[in-house]
């Protein structure tokens, strides 16, 4: 397609719009209404679709037309109706004087499609419209470029303390982790210990051996009568070499469960060694294993290797000068004069072709924030689609499968690539990209990209930890999407890799690491991110600030309170709403709390109320796919699972119900919020942690789109409970949101009883 929507939308509204008129009698008459090369016009209009700027109030869709030769504009437009009996575009048959239709499955073959071709990749116009080639005219400010920034709070010893510090986090992660595998061994059932940790039961002794050092290794083996054929047990059972694991016997016997290594795996054999020093030291075990028909259980302790994979890269930027320098903040950071390949400005606004801009003319590193729908990961794509343009190779990374998936392929189907999306830029240019692992669980993403040869290709996407097979400096830039959920060790694994780092994310929302609901203290790490921002300032970041999300009355208050006051609102989004319900709401309910026997909160006042928010929205027509529901207790969630199977509505297990931490990067039409915490002493738990709380309230408010719906007891939030301090406690933001809810009208009181 030739430039963004929002670039086709601007230079549109320019022109003197008006309905397009076609003489159908003539035209057939000539043979000039049937094409010979048929339009992928179902996609042109699965993508106007997509952009609300193209959208009328009654669902239906404007399709601009370009000259019959070329991609300017011409300010003619089709309508696009979705509801009709039979799909169709309308347009002023000039013969007639009268509308005229096309349905929908045959517009490709006729002329109007024509004049919609190049708003698809598949049909090139040969030289750029007029809008894009203003819009890449590079004003003379971008061209300057940035002084070297320093440091105003270098760190000493050239950070020697930092590094140790980095790698004492990763040895207390691992103690962490084998602590939750442990106490999650005594408190879960077998079968939900192994489905959510890996591992595998059922396995009987099968004797001893010897390593090479004369080091007793003990075999488990998987029975005969358990398995038809050949078993891989690293890919079904998420058990490798090197592993460590808890061994526990089916019957209570005693001396288990013991701590093992795995040594080696061979078919459905494992050969494991056992810490003596960490589990019940049973002097018979020997004699039991050999003896006996007992069956085990075999789960994961700790996967070892991510932790190592961050060693490793802490000890390579520490080796690296120059790294090591920007780590530390003892060496300035720079930036070239200028980059060889324009960046189009018909692809981004304005915040972010700067932001862009300041990325590839970075020599060391640098920061993009993206607040909530403001083109974070459509910043980092044009990055990657300029940097490889100028025939740099890049490493495209993300913290976990999902997200990877995300910045390379987005929405985008076999036959519709998603604009913002790596996948969009390899199907129009001769770009090249790879995924590294098969942890896709992307259609796509299997077919086109899973298998690709990552040493060819021009851009490699891969998640942190998957980023370790590299060698240094193999690539010339790396980019990190949602940033601010790594940890420092996490990121300078693809910053080993390359020999310039951009980071992007919102240090607004969730950190890497935070508490549990049950914690009664904060446990914040902090992000690279954050650290290079608190070394260098915002002379090495930018940030975007016009979100294409949230309705202007839903974006209101984070604005105020999270981004300052700086987000600006998309001309799409401004207004949208879901008629006639208002697009923020909030509902204050007197509930109580109890505690769940895993030790969360639950509310079935509240459970009750959120059900009938959603049938409010259901009834007006919003599909349950479109609606989420999310609360920051788990215990919390399949409360409302239960009230919503409770309504008199089709498709309500459709509706998503989550913790906050699972929806952050997610967005509904219509999200509902429940607090839980209700208490008359202002007890809200982790909610009001004085970092966390703030961040975890900015990722619940900023999730939908048309309509935001805040369930809880805004007497209890707005409390700081006895003997907390003021800056121990978040309770001052909630009471800014509840003088909010108020000054606007959105806030109502609730009575709900429950039977």
């Not at 397609?1 to 397009?20: C, I, N, T, W, Y």
């Amino acid at each position: 397609m030739v430039g963004s929507l929002d670039a086709v939308h601007a230079a549109f509204m320019q022109l003197d719009r008006r309905p397009a008129v076609f003489d159908r009698e003539i035209r057939r008459h000539v043979g000039r209404w049937r094409l010979d090369t048929s339009v992928p016009a179902t996609d042109v209009i699965e993508t106007f679709k997509r952009n609300a700027d193209f959208i009328l109030d009654d669902e239906k869709v404007v399709l601009p037309l370009h000259e019959p030769d070329g991609a300017d504009l011409t300010g003619e437009f089709l309508i696009y109706y979705p509801d009709h009996v039979v799909p169709c575009v309308v347009y002023h048959d000039f013969s007639t004087g009268d509308l005229a239709e096309v349905a929908v499955e045959d517009l490709g073959e006729t002329y109007p499609a024509w004049r919609l071709r190049f708003w698809h990749p598949e049909f090139d116009p040969g030289t750029e419209p007029t809008y894009v080639l203003e819009a890449d005219a590079a004003d003379p400010a971008d061209l300057e470029p940035d002084e070297p920034v320093e440091s105003d709070a270098p760190l000493p010893d050239d950070g020697e303390a930092l590094l140790e510090e980095l790698r004492a986090m990763i040895t207390d992660q691992e103690v962490a982790e084998r602590e939750d595998a442990r106490r999650a061994c005594e408190l879960l059932p077998t079968s939900q210990f192994l489905a959510d940790r890996g591992g595998l039961e059922g396995l009987v002794a099968a004797g001893t051996t010897e390593d090479a050092y004369g080091q007793q290794l003990h075999r488990f083996r998987i029975p005969d009568e358990r398995l038809d054929g050949p078993v891989d047990v690293t890919e079904e059972y998420d058990i490798y070499p090197g592993s460590e694991v808890l061994v526990d016997s089916i019957e209570d016997v005693p001396g288990f469960p013991a701590e093992a290594d795995v040594v080696n795996i061979e078919g459905r054999q494992l050969e494991l060694s056992f810490h003596w020093d960490r589990g019940p030291d049973n002097p018979d075990l020997d004699v039991f294993e050999l003896d006996s028909e007992e069956r085990f259980v075999v789960g994961e302790l700790l996967n070892p290797v991510p932790h190592d994979r961050k060693r490793a890269a802490v000890s390579t930027v520490a080796d690296d000068e120059r790294k090591r320098g920007w780590l530390s903040g003892t060496a300035a950071v720079g930036f070239r004069d200028g980059f060889d390949v324009p960046l189009s400005k018909a692809r981004l606004n304005k915040f972010q072709y700067e932001a862009a801009y300041g990325a590839l003319t970075a020599d060391d590193v640098f920061c993009i924030h993206g607040p909530p729908g403001t083109g974070k990961t459509r910043t980092l794509v044009e990055v990657v689609r300029a940097a490889c343009a100028d025939g740099n190779r890049v490493l495209a990374v993300a913290h976990s499968n999902q997200a990877v998936d995300n910045l390379l392929v987005g929405d985008s189907t076999p036959n519709r690539p998603d604009p913002s999306s790596i996948h969009a830029a390899v199907e129009s240019t001769d770009l090249t990209a790879a995924r590294t692992g098969d942890r896709t669980s992307n259609d796509l993403v299997a077919e086109r990209y899973a298998g690709n040869d990552l040493y060819q290709s021009d851009v490699v996407c891969a998640t942190m930890s998957g980023a370790h097979r590299f060698g240094e400096d193999i690539f010339e830039c790396a980019v990190v999407d949602e940033a601010t959920q790594a940890t420092i060790p996490d990121s300078l694994i693809p910053a080993a890799s390359a020999k310039q780092l951009v980071l992007a994310g919102d240090h607004r929302q969730l950190p890497p690491y935070y508490a549990g609901e049950g914690e009664a203290e904060e446990a914040m790490v902090e992000s690279l991110f954050d650290h290079l921002l608190a070394l260098y300032g915002d002379d090495v970041a930018a940030t975007l600030k016009t979100q294409y999300r949230m309705h202007e009355a839903i974006a209101a208050f984070p604005n105020r309170e999270f981004y300052s006051d700086d987000l600006t609102h998309g001309q799409r989004n401004r207004t949208w709403s879901i008629a006639p319900l208002d697009p923020l709401a909030a509902v204050h309910v007197e509930g109580t709390e109890e505690r769940s026997p895993a030790n969360s909160y639950y509310n079935e006042a509240e459970a009750a109320v959120v059900a009938e928010e959603v049938a409010r929205l259901l009834d007006v027509g919003v599909t349950p796919d479109d609606v989420g529901v999310i609360t920051p207790y788990s215990g919390q969630i399949g409360k409302i699972r239960a009230a919503l199977a409770r309504l008199d509505h089709h498709g309500t297990d459709r509706v998503k119900v989550a913790t906050v931490d699972a929806f952050q990067g997610s967005e509904r039409e219509a999200i509902v919020v429940s607090f839980v915490r209700s208490n008359p002493e202002g007890h809200s738990g982790f909610l009001t942690f004085p970092n966390e709380g703030p961040r975890r309230l900015n990722v619940a408010l900023t999730r939908a789109r048309k309509r935001c719906v805040l369930v809880g007891n805004f007497d209890t939030l707005r409390t700081r409970a006895p003997g907390m301090d003021p800056e121990d406690s978040a309770a001052d933001v909630y009471q800014r949101l509840y003088e909010h809810l108020e000054e606007t009208g959105s806030l109502s009181k609730q009575e709900c009883s429950i039977e």
